[in-house]
């Protein structure tokens, strides 16, 4: 497998096995009739004007109401004093120690290598990459932008407001190939030997949106890259870290002590947010590394802010309590999610299994279902259902700057709609595939 950028669109086969329409026994001519039995039934559906959202990875309003408790959960003023110190005051750049503690227990780090931040560690993320820029990391030769190339390393398929990120900053992005093990090592230790390539984008468990645990030895391999930048970032977005939503928590390796052991102690940052465990606009984030790299980033942090609520720091750590705490809620989330990720799967190996013209994941957590296609039908086949009235992500996007070589990748959000909702997307979803996939087979 080879990389592909913005100039090298593509060079080579990002998927191994190409996948063609073979419909069971089925003629050109029953294609065609098959095909024409589809456009009527679409035609029956646009007619129905839907207003179906399946385009992001929301938290549904049942899912909202689960722990809307959260807002009374501190009683009056005196529940704000906590750690000899008044939560509605300034201060406490870093966060509330007590809220330190709860995100190194949920990520098993310590915690003097946390930084808690406000709803979204996308900013926390943005924040690292905007400082690295203007004034480099602590291991930094120099500020970013006097570099003369910038490159990234970006996994694929992947999150789309990553890539954006560093493609703002006019980093070049370099595709990784996605393994069901992780991104594919074998490349990244390769690439990481030239000192332009600043970092890596990681979504190690239950990946956007793949699904995809990074194995053990994939974990491995990253904290013992030998990287030509001193400042190469590992940028390990763990959004999903307690998002099972069937069978048993998965416990993860804790990245940073092992990054720590391996001697690159300063290499990783690590990401997570309660976004998806309590409220995405009103939750809290984690910024966690080394303790000299979270203490550099306080020290350029502390111009442009004086802390984030530490009131709402406050009445997570109250709600939450700790990792159990937190995996319990998780659990009652998974009530809600599980129903509508079983459908979405039993609609496609209905619908679509047996015609063998795409291949999807079914993961056990995280927020989506990654679908390839045939080639060079998935931009169609999304058109389709935009205009019967079902919205989603943009084909695309899963890859840098929003281009996917083959036009296969498609990500399915199952999470915001109700269940009889989600069944009509799929329904339309499914009937686009299929209209899609009969036109690139016989030509049309």
């Given amino acids: 497998m080879v990389a592909f950028s913005k100039d090298n669109v593509y060079n080579g086969s990002i998927i191994k096995n190409e996948m063609r329409l073979k419909p069971m026994n089925m003629t ?19 007619a129905k004007n839907l207003k179906l959202n399946m ?7 049942a899912q909202l109401d689960l722990v809307s408790d959260i807002l009374t959960v501190l ?42 931040g406000g709803s979204a560690s996308l900013t926390l993320m943005y924040d690292l990459i905007s400082k690295a820029y203007t004034h480099g990391l602590k291991n930094s030769p120099k500020p970013w ?5 910038l490159k990234f390393l970006c996994p694929a398929p992947g999150y789309d407001r990553h890539f954006r990120i560093t493609e703002s900053f006019g980093f ?15 490349m990244v230790e390769d690439l990481v030997k030239d000192p332009a390539v600043k970092g890596i984008w990681c979504v190690p468990k239950y990946s956007n949106p793949e699904g995809i645990i990074y194995s053990d030895e994939t974990i491995a391999r990253f904290a013992n890259l030998k990287a030509a930048a001193p400042d190469f970032t590992i940028m390990w977005d763990n959004a999903y870290c ?17 990054c720590r052991e391996a001697g690159n102690p300063d290499m990783v940052f690590e990401f997570a947010s309660t976004s998806k465990i309590t409220f995405p606009g009103a939750g809290i984030s984690v910024m966690a590394s080394s303790a000299e790299n ?14 984030y609520d530490k009131v709402n720091q406050l009445r997570h750590v109250k709600y939450l309590k700790n990792k159990e705490g937190t995996l319990e809620i998780m659990k009652r989330h998974a009530t809600l999610m599980a129903p509508k990720f079983r459908m979405v799967l039993e609609v496609l190996d209905r619908e679509i299994a047996p015609l063998g013209f795409a291949q999807w994941n079914k993961p056990k957590g995280g927020y989506f279902v990654s679908l390839n296609t045939m080639p060079g039908t998935a931009k169609r086949a ?41 069944e009509q997307a799929m329904a339309v979803f499914c009937l686009c595939l299929k209209i899609a996939a009969f036109e690139k087979e016989l030509g049309i």
């Fill in 28 to 46: 050109n001519e029953a294609m065609r009739t098959a095909y024409e039995a589809a456009l009527a039934e679409y035609e029956s559906w646009k």
């Fill in 55 to 61: 385009a992001r990875g929301k938290p549904s309003s």
């Fill in 75 to 116: 009683d009056n003023h005196a529940d704000c004093k906590v750690d000899g110190m008044d939560a509605r005051n300034y201060g406490e750049l870093g966060g509330l120690p007590c809220a330190k503690a709860y995100w190194a227990d949920v990520l098993g780090c310590q915690t003097n290598e946390v930084f808690v």
């Fill in 145 to 149: 932008c006097k570099e003369e190339k």
């Fill in 172 to 186: 070049e992005l370099i595709t990784i190939p996605m393994t069901e093990n992780g991104p594919d090592m074998d």
């Fill in 242 to 258: 307690v998002h099972e939503f069937e069978g048993e928590f998965v416990p993860f390796k804790d990245i940073i002590t092992l």
């Fill in 294 to 307: 979270i203490k550099y980033m306080e020290k350029l942090l502390g111009v442009q802010l004086i802390s």
């Fill in 382 to 422: 999304l058109a389709l259902a935009k205009e019967a009235g079902v919205v989603m992500t943009d084909a695309g996007a899963t890859y840098p700057y929003g281009i996917d070589p083959m036009d296969t990748n498609i990500r399915i959000a199952p999470s915001l709609p109700p269940v009889a909702e989600l």
